[in-house]
């Protein structure tokens, strides 16, 4: 499954059941385009299992201010909706992937 | 992508820089400001062999021509972190990324001490990169701590995407907007509690939500997490091998002596050995 890009409209409905996983990034940020492979490889390996959505901070600044996102990448984890853990900066895959999978 | 990135444009960088070259590999130098280098600041050299009385600017600028000559690359900015995803390190510069399969660190030295208040806000108000995080801090207040030549030009940029700027910095900024108002203080503490709340600068208190820290490089250690280091400095092999794999580290950031000719001599072996490592790795 390719990552989702999640909007402001979408947000609350894709992310209602479950484990879900949250990238907040924008263009003009090397470390996000650093972190990107990381996501899309995680979005194909948690198939089924968690939702990897992206959020570009610079479409969604409501998004970004409802969730205090104050530096990117963040990476914010949350669960039937509530958000239980984040992760600010870039991290390796395991940073991620032991947050995931503490909580399917 | 190229065959081995080195952070630091100094006498180590480049002297691993050509050495990289010179065997038929492709190489990226990342370099801050000029006048963030010491050697760069050095009125007179007396002790590099061949070179009797040259100022430290005259050496950079034949170190830089050479490197250039043969096929060096460069690109000005600031590494903010390299991380190591199969087989190839991904660096993140500003608001660019580069890729690379070996690495040498060349950054001179940096000193890793924080400010009261800083590790615990990371994320959370602190920043290290204007580029990155400024878009969120539009219309609020915040301060940047300017250690870096560069910091005055960056004030200035989150002041033009409206930022509410206070420059703090040990020395008079150069080049800074006049409608900037500039304190001047070497001793500053992070204040809030979950969040930013303001910044103490000498004697005077600044209120702001963000507080953008400038250093001429990340410590090694933040760069790449899992170096090993001991002291203030990386700590290598003979073969100027750190403790990561496809890692290297050459010059002032290995540790004393402070010179020159030292520096170009670890470069060279940093940037021979990072150019074996991928013909064995192939």
Request: glycine share 6%; aromatic share 0%; hydrophobic share 45%.
């Given at each position: 499954m390719a990552i989702i890009h999640l909007t402001q409209d979408g947000f609350d409905k894709a992310t209602a059941n479950g484990i879900s996983m949250v990238d907040f990034w924008a263009s003009w940020c090397g470390p996000c385009k650093m972190l990107a492979p990381v996501m899309e490889d995680l979005a194909g390996k948690y198939e089924g299992k968690a939702l990897v959505g992206k959020v570009n901070v610079d479409d969604e600044p409501g998004l970004a201010m409802r969730f205090g996102?104050?530096?990117?990448?963040t990476v914010v984890f949350l669960k039937d909706g509530k958000e239980f853990d984040r992760k600010v900066g870039v991290m390796p895959a395991s940073a991620y992937t032991s947050v995931l999978d503490a909580n399917i | 992508m190229y065959d081995v990135a080195v952070i630091g444009g100094g006498p180590a960088g480049l002297s691993a820089a050509i050495q990289v070259r010179a065997r038929g590999k492709s190489v990226l130098v990342v370099s801050g400001d000029d006048r963030d280098n010491p050697l760069y600041k050095t009125e007179r050299i007396d002790n590099y062999l061949g070179f009797y009385d040259i100022t430290g600017a005259a050496m950079m600028e034949q170190f830089r021509a050479h490197a250039l000559r043969m096929g060096v690359e460069r690109k000005e900015g600031r590494v903010l972190n390299i991380m190591p995803m199969n087989d190839t390190f991904y660096l993140s510069i500003g608001s660019d990324m580069e890729q690379a399969r070996a690495v040498v660190l060349a950054?001179?030295?940096?000193?890793?001490a924080k400010y009261p208040g800083e590790g615990e806000h990371l994320g959370a108000g602190v920043s290290y990169c204007a580029t990155c995080d400024g878009m969120l801090y539009r219309g609020k207040e915040v301060a940047v701590v300017g250690l870096a030549a560069d910091a005055p030009a960056e004030a200035n940029w989150l002041k033009e995407i409206g930022c509410k700027v206070t420059y703090v910095g040990p020395k008079e900024p150069n080049g800074l907007r006049p409608d900037i108002p500039a304190v001047k203080a070497g001793k500053v503490e992070v204040l809030g509690g979950q969040k930013v709340e303001g910044l103490r600068a000498g004697s005077a208190t600044i209120p702001c939500e963000g507080v953008f820290i400038l250093r001429p490089s990340m410590a090694p250690a933040e760069l790449l997490p899992g170096l090993e280091l001991e002291g203030n400095y990386i700590k290598v092999d003979r073969n100027m091998?750190?403790?990561?794999?496809g890692v290297f580290a050459a010059g002032d950031c290995t540790g004393l002596p402070l010179q020159v000719s030292k520096a170009v001599g670890e470069g060279q072996v940093a940037g021979h050995r990072a150019a074996e490592y991928l013909d064995h790795s192939k």
């Open positions: 996102v104050m530096s990117i990448p | 950054t001179g030295v940096v000193r890793s091998a750190t403790n990561l794999p």
